[in-house]
């Protein structure tokens, strides 16, 4: 293979990662001045002049965010919603995703259970039809309002199924022939040769229910029960009602709204941030590999 290393192609590839890092860059500014805002004092946000770095450094807005019980209650909503939907969501994933990757000759009925699956992507039922169905079967309030809906990702199933199909049928032959069963040949050779697929379809997962706000809005009736985003829409929209006045004189003195909701925005996002380094080495590979049939 021939490498061309012309002064075109060296140009090329200079302005390409310039361009890439400045919209990188672009794409975190509105994080870096929200945790800026957060770390800012309230006169100083107020008066408009934090930017990109905090202006008169304080805390103040963080201790608030973490003794404020609704943002707590909604946090936690939020960490069982992942639990329950990450558990549920993968389950069915892959239990789906591996007898549809299986031959016509090993699955005859394949081929209706996939476009049985695939029909589900093109149409949709609509908002009212599929309240109508989360209410008339009980779930209206509750936890499994946020996570049954949404059990079978059908875009995930699709993207594991590919991947599935592209692993060496040899391999499973030769479990087979040792006497593995469908049941041992999953879960102790092809799961753990797709770990980079199971991982991107991970990261989908987290990102989905932590990122879920919508839902949180029509299914729960009780705002005790929002989710965390739905929470922090809500004080975005309604900012002037969620400082009270009873709170502590030392606190409000550098807290104002702004501050606030900018600290509990940030610490939204932590979670996120933290998983997203962990899973990011398989996530081209997972996502790339899934997306074409092997």
Known sequence: MKNYSTIGSRTFTILNYLFLSLAAFACLLPLINVLAVSFSSKSAAAAGYVNLWPVEFTL??????????????????????????YIINMVLTV?????????????????????????????GGGLIPTYMVVRYTGLIDSIWALIIPNAVPVFNVILLMNFFRGLPKEIEEAAYIDGCDYWRTLFKIVLPLSLPSIATLSLFVLVGHWNGW????????????????????????????????????????????RTFNAAQVFLAAVPVLAVYPFLQKYFMKGLVMGSVKG
């Open 95 to 123: 239990f789906i995703a591996y007898p549809l990757a299986k031959e016509k000759s090993e699955f005859s009925a394949r081929n209706i259970y996939a476009w049985f699956f695939i029909v589900t992507m093109l149409f």
């Open 60 to 85: 103040d807005s963080y201790v608030y965010a973490l003794k404020k019980q609704e943002f707590l209650t909604a946090f936690l909503v939020s960490i069982k919603r992942i639990g329950l939907g």
């Open 214 to 257: 919508f839902d949180g809005l029509i299914y729960m009736n009780s705002t005790s029960k929002w989710p965390l985003q739905s929470y922090l829409r809500s004080i975005i929209i309604n900012s002037d009602t969620m400082m009270s006045a009873s709170d502590e004189l030392a606190t409000m003195r550098n807290v104002s709204n």
